[in-house]
């Protein structure tokens, strides 16, 4: 028996520029997925960014103490002891009861080397030798200028564990608002640029949508505070703070 086949044709037709991808931080949309709009318009997506910059007005960081004892009263009550000293030193130093929160409050047991035999083989497993108490406060300070002197303070009180800072700005609204401004800015002109090259022109906002914000720096981690007793006293460096913004705009390209 003989099969018949049929022959398959296949048209190709030249994309309308609303079925283009456009590379980079913009792409065209076909317009029969997206929202309604004029006959012979295309969507364009843009990304933009904005940046605005501010000198902190914070800065954030955490100190505590780390204490060990042969019993786990011994630690903890050395530990409260020291722990007692630092806050005090931070009160003296002008950081306000507000400022001063607890984050962590431990007590570890200690464990020493286990006994080994001739072979190897394990004669005794290790075993306690002593506690370990640590307390750590989140610490925030408004007065920048004496940062340094207030870190000297924490470590001449007991301190030996003190991390950061990170700097911020606190009310960071207006920086933000700055940034977005500039970030619409930026997208109008992207969709200006495409739709010349395109032989358009922008009819429309269809959608603003906003992503990203405040974006402080990594914080700098300091090493053991006991370290620094004999240092001079620390220098620091709030530099500036980023307010960051990113924001996905949608608009109408019409002939």
Known sequence: MKRAFLPLALTLSAL???????????????????????????????????LS???????????????????????????SADMNKVI?????????????????????PVYGQ??????????????IIGYQANNQVNIKQRDLKGYGKVLDAL???GANQVSGPSFMVENADAALDEARTAAMKKARARADLYARAAGLKVARIVSISEGGGYAPPMPVI????????????????????????????LFELAP
């Open 155 to 157: 470590v001449a009180a």
């Open 114 to 127: 286990p006994t080994f035999g001739p072979n190897g083989q394990v004669i005794q497993e290790a075993r």
């Open 88 to 108: 005090a030193a931070l009160k003296k130093a002008g950081i306000a009861d507000k400022d001063i929160q607890t984050s962590n409050l431990s007590l570890n």
């Open 53 to 79: 910059t501010r000198a902190p007005d914070l800065a954030l960081f955490s100190a505590g103490v780390t204490t060990q004892g042969k019993t786990a009263a011994e630690a903890l009550t050395a530990n």
């Open 222 to 249: 300091y090493a053991k505070a006991e370290m620094a007793r004999d240092a001079a006293a620390t220098p620091v460096s709030p530099g500036q703070v980023d307010s960051q913004i990113n924001i996905t705009v």
């Open 16 to 50: 309308p520029l609303s079925a283009l991808a456009i590379p980079g931080a913009a792409m065209a949309h076909d317009v029969s997925q997206g929202p309604a709009i004029a006959a012979g318009s295309t969507l364009l997506t843009v990304n933009a960014d904005g």
